[in-house]
């Protein structure tokens, strides 16, 4: 059977625009290769704002480095703009194969446009599969 963690990025919160959420520091260790994925959400409301999602990895956890793509999946990415009724944008991003070869991985979650409001949220979720466990 298949360990498949999940571990909480970013809680469901709004921010001031143009500021970045920092999810959780997620160690690399546990996780098979090319297994880590991001589970990201955002429920926009205020019209012009929109979320854009970015993956980064760490050797030591103060120096922070953007991912430019990888061969396999999109490291990036930005929703729907708010139109006055909520606009509910959900994505999986994934990490290269390569991001275990780094101590530390994380997402970063950035509202920008006009100013938030309360109602606009955005949320992240890790998933792995635990190393040794993927061919089982």
């Not at 500021?19 to 260790?29: I, K, M």
């Not at 994934?94 to 950035?110: E, G, K, N």
Request: net charge neutral; aromatic share 6%; charged share 10%.
């Amino acid at each position: 059977m298949l360990n498949r963690p999940t571990v909480l990025a970013l809680a469901s919160a709004t921010s001031a625009s143009g500021t970045a959420r920092e999810g959780a520091s997620l160690n690399t260790e546990p996780a098979s290769a090319g297994t880590i994925s991001v589970f990201c959400s955002a429920a926009i409301t205020t019209a012009s704002v929109l979320a854009t999602f970015k993956l980064q990895v760490s050797d030591d956890g103060t120096n922070w480095y953007d991912l430019s793509g990888g061969t396999s999946s999109n490291v990036t990415f930005a929703t729907a703009a708010g139109t006055g009724t909520e606009v509910i944008t959900r994505k999986v991003l994934m990490f290269d194969v390569a991001a275990v070869s780094w101590v530390l991985c994380r997402v970063v979650a950035t509202l920008s446009g006009a100013t938030t409001a309360a109602a606009d949220v955005t949320t992240a979720t890790y998933h792995y599969v635990s190393r040794g466990k993927l061919l089982q």
